[in-house]
């Protein structure tokens, strides 16, 4: 069974930092594009960071490039996505994803985790 588990949200204050994790079990998980998607309650999902199969490439959002690095440990089937610096802005839902034919925001058919909240407040 596909499954993909996310943790590490939390409530943090503007300028602090926190580290998603994605678990997944059920599939070749080398073989995929591992994703973080993030999304506003009444607003469309926001694609935010990208890795290549085997971690040789990384794509990001402008808004998150240089506070946010996207990583992977291909021998325990999981990704991170480490953020730095947040701001009030970076409050959302987020959702890791993989895709096998690329990179960008995944569709319905893509694997989705369950979701995890992130809080920026003071």
């Known amino acids: 069974q596909v499954q993909l588990v996310e943790s590490g949200g939390g409530s943090v204050q503007p300028g602090g930092s926190l580290r998603l994790s994605c678990s997944a079990s059920?599939?070749?998980?080398?073989?995929?594009?591992g994703t973080w998607v993030r999304q506003v309650p009444g607003k469309a999902s926001e694609w935010i960071s990208s890795i290549y199969s085997d971690g040789s490439a990384t794509y990001y959002l402008d808004s998150v490039r240089g506070r946010f690095t996207i990583s992977r440990d291909n021998t325990k089937n999981e990704f991170f996505l480490d953020m730095k610096n947040l701001t009030p802005d970076d409050t959302a839902v987020y959702y890791c994803?993989?895709?096998?034919?690329?990179?960008?925001?995944?569709?319905?058919?893509?694997?989705w985790g369950q979701g995890t909240q992130v809080t920026v407040s003071s």
């Open positions: 994803a993989l895709q096998k034919n690329g990179w960008g925001l995944p569709t319905e058919n893509d694997p």
């Open positions: 059920g599939f070749s998980f080398s073989m995929y594009y």
